[in-house]
T-cell receptor, first 114, second 109 residues
Framework: DTEVTQTPKHLVMGMTNKKSLKCEQHMGHRAMYWYKQKAKKPPELMFVYSYEKLSINESVPSRFSPECPNSSLLNLHLHALQPEDSALYLC?????????????FGQGTRLTVV | GQQVMQIPQYQHVQEGEDFTTYCNSSTTLSNIQWYKQRPGGHPVFLIQLVKSGEVKKQKRLTFQFGEAKKNSSLHITATQTTDVGTYFCAGEGNEKLTFGTGTRLTIIP
């Protein structure tokens, strides 16, 4: 199984809503990532988890809250988002966080904030 | 912070023509990876280059890593319609992978 599975595929939420994005991998990877991608732009790193601990937070606003319940799961909790947060949110995993191995990306969650 | 630029931003080619995208980093990289993202899809890993001056080939794709480990290129020979998509380089530095700005390739059949 070389897949990273993200749910939901699409999400529309209001600015006062609370929602969560989920990501799962069963490749035994110990590093997991959240990226944000706006249209026609490259993916931008948000968070890195290494061995279930948050190792990098790219100065992401607190309305985005990551969580890594175990080595296979990664969540991104969303609260009080703004319309400019609308984007494709990509989860990725790699063998470890030394960055010398390929990253496997999920299909992404296309988020629209209204 | 680290910046990774790619040129051109867009490239339209006739099917069968060659295509090249260039990647330049503001800092020296530990390694460079290349990804392809089809329209509406997610990035898919193509290859990783680690050594200075390294050249790798995958069928019609040729990847190079510069001697100074600050630039890279991807060359596609005889493009096909299946090559459509955005090609991103991604450079590793400061324990992070920074994606380049991408080159969007469209093919005219």
């Amino acid at each position: 199984d070389t897949e990273v599975t993200q749910t939901p595929k699409h999400l529309v939420m209001g600015m006062t809503n609370k929602k969560s994005l989920k990501c799962e991998q069963h490749m035994g990877h110990r590093a997991m990532y959240w990226y944000k991608q706006k249209a026609k732009k490259p993916p931008e790193l948000m968070f890195v988890y290494s061995y279930e601990k948050l190792s990098i937070n790219e100065s992401v606003p607190s309305r985005f809250s990551p969580e890594c319940p175990n080595s296979s799961l990664l969540n991104l909790h969303l609260h009080a988002l703004q319309p400019e947060d609308s984007a494709l949110y990509l989860c990725a995993s790699s063998q470890d966080d030394r960055m010398n191995t390929e990253a496997f990306f999920g299909q992404g969650t296309r988020l629209t904030v209204v | 912070g680290q910046q990774v630029m790619q040129i051109p931003q867009y490239q339209h080619v006739q099917e069968g023509e060659d295509f090249t995208t260039y990647c330049n980093s503001s800092t020296t990289l530990s390694n460079i990876q290349w990804y392809k993202q089809r329209p509406g899809g997610h990035p898919v890993f193509l290859i990783q280059l680690v050594k200075s001056g390294e050249v790798k080939k995958q069928k019609r794709l040729t990847f190079q890593f510069g001697e100074a480990k600050k630039n890279s290129s991807l060359h596609i020979t005889a493009t096909q319609t299946t090559d459509v998509g955005t090609y991103f380089c991604a450079g590793e530095g400061n324990e992070k992978l920074t994606f380049g700005t991408g080159t969007r390739l469209t093919i005219i059949p």
